[in-house]
């Protein structure tokens, strides 16, 4: 029964915190959550008048192919690294508040991923089923995007927890993970095809758990074949081990965040 009561706490505090966050963000805003779509989509029309003509080839040769490709990268590589970047100082910058309120520590990065979760709801998911739509005309791939999406959902709440938690016990942790993200992101494939990459060198690609989501998304999206199964079984086994980490350090630490913050 205690733990019931401090689920209901919990997602209740994440709904108040998660709905301050969306209306803090985008007060005052003409587009809005359309932001998270908007932003993507111009950062790929310039990726596509840049490397278009070199890495079209790699995708039929349609340059519009090569532009979908990026979006997908820079929409779903983006939700991943803002939401845990954002989530990171949240509960040590909420420390004076839970100093004189007792609130759920996890609710804080919660809501944060929540809030990019919603704009990525609204915003990007839309337009991704569109481009599935228009590429391969089979409804059932957008049933199986669930698989890669689910794992990026988990991941990057396992990833949240641990590094909001790392924080409070070592104030570095927001320039080591400045690095970690900018290694994330150059090796993953977001504006540059997979097929590029070495032989010797994929086993770093497949090391980085943002690549078997982005290339299962990509196949599902951009063709009317199927993604490996094992690339969808690692999008699930890497979110699944991201989140279960996460916890598991989000609680070992928790007890000594008041004398911390």
């Not at 009317?224 to 279960?244: H, K, M, N, R, Y």
């Amino acid at each position: 029964m205690l733990a019931v009561r401090a689920d209901r706490r919990l997602i209740d505090v994440v709904g108040v915190l998660y709905t301050r966050t969306l209306k803090v963000r985008y007060r005052g805003s003409v587009l809005g959550v359309l932001w998270s779509a908007a932003n993507p989509l111009c950062m790929a029309g310039v990726y596509a008048a840049v490397f278009g003509h070199t890495f079209a080839p790699y995708y039929g040769g349609s340059l519009l192919r090569y532009g979908a490709a990026v979006y997908i990268g820079l929409a779903l590589a983006g939700f991943f690294i803002s939401g845990t970047t954002q989530a990171l100082p949240s509960i040590v910058q909420n420390g004076p508040l839970l100093n004189k309120i007792r609130v759920p520590f996890e609710a804080f990065p919660l809501s944060t991923v929540a809030a990019y979760g919603f704009q990525q709801l609204v915003g990007t998911l839309p337009i991704i089923a569109v481009l599935a739509l228009a590429f391969n005309h089979d409804p059932f791939h957008l049933l199986v995007l669930i698989v890669p999406l689910a794992g990026l959902a988990m991941l990057t709440i396992g990833v949240a927890l641990l590094v909001s938690a790392a924080e409070v016990y070592f104030r570095d942790v927001p320039h080591l993970y400045d690095l970690a993200t900018f290694l994330l992101w150059v090796t993953s494939p977001v504006f540059y095809p997979a097929a590029i990459v070495p032989e010797r060198v994929v086993r770093v690609l497949v090391a980085n758990p943002l690549f078997p989501i982005l290339e299962s998304v990509r196949t599902l999206v951009l063709t009317a074949g199927w993604p490996q199964p094992s690339l969808l079984a690692l999008s699930l086994l890497d979110g699944a081990l991201a989140l279960g980490i996460g916890v598991l350090a989000f609680r070992l630490m928790r007890p000594r965040f008041m004398d911390l913050l």
